[in-house]
């Protein structure tokens, strides 16, 4: 199940964004069944959840933008349990991870160990496979 990470939410919904149109061909992907098993951890939920609360967003244009990830066809979620807790504190101690990317990771790790992101921060954790759309096609 490859984990869908913040960067890719946030380029999927502004269009400003240098990476909306590789977001967009992720989620396109997703939606179509060609990218089989995606999910978003509910982590990155909070997290978006947060950063858009720091740009000011209200408490509606948030809950919409959950509820249409949530209701996107083919895509999952990875709740956030004890485990990956757990496995989070370990990565942060390990790698010196940000608090968001080392839920991320955990998450990634406890599922299929995949991640699609362009965040070079994964690259220190042995087992997590990175997917960075940018590198071309997206096989898994």
């Not at 895509?75 to 990565?91: C, D, F, M, Q």
């Amino acid at each position: 199940m490859p984990i869908l990470e913040l960067d890719m939410m946030i380029a999927f919904v502004n269009s400003a964004d240098t990476l909306h149109k590789l977001a967009s061909e992720v989620f396109d992907k997703v939606v179509r069944g060609e990218l089989e098993n995606a999910a978003i951890p509910c982590s990155a939920y909070m997290e978006y959840e947060l950063a858009l609360r720091s740009r000011g967003y209200d408490e509606e244009e948030i809950r919409l933008d959950l509820e249409s990830f949530r209701s996107m066809r083919n895509l999952g979620e990875v709740p956030l349990t004890p485990e990956i807790l757990l496995e989070a504190s370990r990565l942060r101690s390990r790698y010196r991870l940000s608090y968001f990317d080392s839920l991320h990771a955990a998450s990634a790790l406890a599922h299929d160990k995949v991640i699609i992101s362009v965040d070079k921060a994964y690259q220190k954790i042995p087992g997590l496979r990175i997917v960075d759309p940018r590198k071309g096609r997206l096989t898994l």
